[in-house]
């Protein structure tokens, strides 16, 4: 068990381009969920999978984000025509629901720097 | 919305002393509570988790206890070393669509300075 990977750990990009990260979970988690932290903040919840259905999205992820997870497995989270607020730590976090428990475990996190 | 606050925003204190870090939520209909310590540059890492059924939990130096009623929790570390420095973050989960799993909702954290 790696736990959560997450790659690139650095994007830097121009405005207006568009940026893909990939996340792969702890093997055979079935959650999967995306984070966003800006500095200073706590990470602020996007949007999260359970196996490949995506089963709830945040207002904060706009229509320039979108996030797959087709096999359920990894996930690619991709942001089109980045703005320079879209500047921040994107984690991931996965989970295996069993009975009650639904504990999430943190990626490292990709920073992504617009300029 | 749930909101979560969490007070001070930075602390710092010399080696060996006790501290108290607070973490309070505005709706107390949570499922859990975690308290998380994240690195610089670095990704979460779970410290305690507390279900909502229970007042405290323990581990090494770190105690946290959970007042779901008051909406408040605490997370106390005993004889503070430098390797604490970090920021500790605290985190509710609220059941999501009759089941007990969801999303987490974070404080903005507290940043902890432990200095020789």
């Known amino acids: 068990d790696t736990g959560v990977s997450q790659n690139p750990r650095h994007k830097i990009t121009k405005r207006g381009q568009n940026v893909t990260f990939r996340c792969d979970p702890i093997?055979?988690?079935?959650?999967l969920y995306w984070y966003r932290q800006t500095l200073g903040q706590g990470p602020e919840f996007l949007t999260y999978?359970?196996?490949?259905?995506?089963?709830?999205k945040s207002r904060l992820l706009s229509d320039r984000f979108s996030a797959e997870r087709p096999k359920g497995s990894f996930s690619t989270l991709e942001i089109q025509r980045t703005e320079q607020g879209d500047s921040a730590m994107y984690l991931c976090?996965?989970?295996?629901?069993?009975?009650?428990?639904?504990?999430?475990?943190f990626g490292p996190g990709t920073r992504l720097t617009v300029l | 919305k749930q909101e979560v606050t969490q007070i001070p925003a930075a602390l710092s204190v010399p080696e060996g002393e006790n501290l108290v870090l607070n973490c309070s939520f505005t709706?107390?209909?949570?499922?859990?509570l975690q308290w998380f310590r994240q690195d610089p540059g670095k990704g979460l890492t779970s410290l305690l988790l507390?279900?909502?059924?229970?007042r405290e939990q323990t581990s090494g130096r770190l105690n946290a206890s959970l007042d779901k009623s008051s909406g408040r929790s605490t997370l106390y570390i005993a004889a503070s070393q430098p390797g604490d420095s970090a920021t500790y973050l605290c985190?509710?989960?609220?059941?999501?669509?009759?089941?007990?799993?969801?999303?987490?909702?974070f404080g903005q954290g507290t940043i902890l300075t432990v200095h020789p």
């Open positions: 976090a996965s989970s295996l629901v069993r009975g009650a428990t639904d504990t999430q475990y």
């Open positions: 093997s055979e988690h079935n959650r």
């Open positions: 999978f359970q196996n490949e259905a995506q089963l709830e």
């Open positions: 709706d107390s209909a949570i499922y859990n």
């Open positions: 507390i279900q909502s059924s229970q």
């Open positions: 985190a509710v989960k609220q059941p999501a669509g009759g089941t007990s799993y969801g999303k987490l909702t």
